[in-house]
């Protein structure tokens, strides 16, 4: 099975900040990776997808990386912005994720 | 509007079983794979299965296998998870999700979740 690392576990902004988060897996998978959103309590939400953006997104969100090397950047943090992010292999089942980055005010 | 509702979560014996649902308004499931991807209480998520939109191939991850059936009934616009010799470790929020349009598992909506506590 394909690992996912993410770095780092946790970090604390401010608003307005800009923020990149990181995720190394353990074999190459292209650009086949997804970020999803999750808020305590709620289910995760589908941020990005590839190299695209899903509807409804905001844009201050971005993904970029090929092959191992990924990250999520967030330009300007808004205050809803502060949740787990967790990114996720898309390239072979099981399409496994990664520990998550807790993203704290 | 897209929604996905589970049910049949609960409280179990370790070696039960329980089956969970989920109904699906605002789609058609019968054009979409679907998924099932669990939480363990605090900790990340784990995908755990999907099943083809007609039903006929399914895949699991291996702390499934052989335990755990994805079913789907497309005419209800329903799946379904079978559990059986249920153990511990498959305590979890289960999340139906549904595969969208893209190649790969892009999971664009999910459905609230569902507790399953496998405890003696």
């Known amino acids: 099975d394909i690992q996912m690392t993410q770095s780092p576990s946790s970090v604390s902004a401010s608003v307005g900040d800009r923020v990149t988060l990181t995720c190394r897996a353990s074999q190459g998978i292209s650009s086949s990776l997804a970020w999803y959103q999750q808020r305590p309590g709620k289910a995760p939400n589908l941020l990005i997808y590839g190299p695209s953006l899903q509807s409804g997104v905001p844009s201050r969100f971005s993904g970029s990386g090929f092959g191992t090397d990924f990250t999520l950047t967030i330009s300007s943090l808004q205050p809803e912005d502060f949740a787990t992010y967790y990114c996720q292999q898309t390239n072979s089942f099981p399409y496994t994720f990664g520990q998550g980055t807790k993203l704290e005010i | 509007e897209v929604q996905l509702v589970e049910s049949g979560g609960g409280s179990v014996r370790p070696g039960g079983s329980l089956r969970l649902s989920c109904t699906a308004s605002?789609?058609?499931?019968?054009?979409?794979?679907m998924a099932w991807v669990r939480q363990a209480p605090g900790k990340g998520l784990e995908f755990v299965a999907n099943i083809t939109p007609d039903g006929s191939g399914k895949s699991y991850v291996d702390s499934v296998k052989g335990r755990f059936t994805f079913s789907r009934d497309n005419a209800k616009n329903s799946l379904f998870l079978q559990m059986d010799s249920l153990r511990d470790h498959d305590t979890a929020v289960y999340y139906c999700?549904?595969?969208?349009?893209?190649?790969?598992?892009?999971?664009?909506?999910w459905g609230q979740g569902t507790l399953v506590t496998v405890s003696s």
């Open positions: 999700a549904r595969d969208g349009p893209r190649s790969g598992p892009d999971l664009d909506y």
């Open positions: 605002g789609f058609s499931i019968s054009n979409h794979y």
